[in-house]
């Protein structure tokens, strides 16, 4: 369920949470709005992938999660399952990669580009795994596409239920509020505590607005830096949120 920018959106008249989710997201698809706005040629967009890897891959290494060949990860709201492949280039073992999208076309997109991997198509707020069972959970852009503060709540507890003591959540969404997209709201540093409220965070924040981004051409690879130095400029969180070790769930 990757987020994407939207520059008009329609009134979705849906009678639950889940609904509205699938009726935003499919308007996104009518649109086309990924691959026009996330666009793999765009050096921009590039520029934000590299940056979030590099990112990612030095809070795994710092505390303690790199190789990830022992390791069992749940990507939710996986989409296309591309991030969740991207495991695989730190030692993740397919066998070992789950990933569980809320809607249909993407979990059949995300079989056919990585038939090694495990896709599942499912509500993350009724996880068909057992208690302690994953070492990582990654949530890309997921909590940010919860209007329903009821929802946001049972997705993190079942997060909190299947993760590992010690284990942690994978965090990547946007901080700052998109006015042009309604069906999205912007996850601070203090709703991530409210969900986890015993995990221990690490949070960076990271990304270069994207819509600027994109627009920097050939010279990405000098002002893209330069830009994201100026801390309002960063729309996103990327982190860890790491599972106390004596706090279970009750």
């Known amino acids: 369920m990757r987020q994407i920018f939207v520059s008009e959106a329609k009134t979705v008249g849906a009678s639950t949470e889940v609904e509205r989710i699938k ?6 698809d009518e649109a086309n709005l990924a691959s026009r706005l996330w666009s ?22 710092e505390t303690g999660f790199l190789p990830l060949n022992t390791h069992r990860i749940l990507d939710v709201g996986c989409g296309n399952g591309d991030v969740l492949a991207s495991c695989l280039t730190w030692g993740a073992r397919p066998e070992n990669l789950h990933g569980v999208e809320l809607l249909e076309n993407r979990v059949i997109a995300a ?12 509500n993350a707020e009724h996880l068909p795994y057992p208690d302690s069972y994953f070492d990582l959970v990654m949530f890309f852009t997921v909590f940010s596409s919860i209007l329903d503060p009821a929802m946001r709540r049972h997705v993190a507890a079942e997060s909190i ?13 946007f901080r700052y509020r998109n006015r042009r997209n309604p069906h999205t709201r912007p996850m601070t540093k203090d709703d991530i505590i409210e969900l986890f409220p015993h995990f221990h965070l690490k ?29 309002p ?17 009750k």
């Open 23 to 28: 009726q935003a997201y499919q308007q996104y």
């Open 40 to 61: 793999t040629v765009n050096r921009g967009n590039q520029t934000i992938v590299s940056e979030r890897t590099s990112k990612l891959h030095d809070l795994l290494a």
């Open 111 to 122: 079989k056919q580009r990585h038939p090694n991997i495990n896709f599942e198509l499912g």
């Open 161 to 173: 239920r299947i993760l590992k003591p010690g284990g942690a959540i994978v965090w990547y969404d």
């Open 203 to 231: 949070l960076a924040p990271v990304t270069l607005l994207p819509p600027l981004a994109r627009r920097l051409g050939l010279f990405t690879n000098y002002l893209y830096p330069l830009l994201a130095t100026i801390a």
């Open 233 to 249: 400029l960063r729309t996103h969180l990327i982190g860890l949120l790491v599972k106390s070790t004596s706090d279970c769930l």
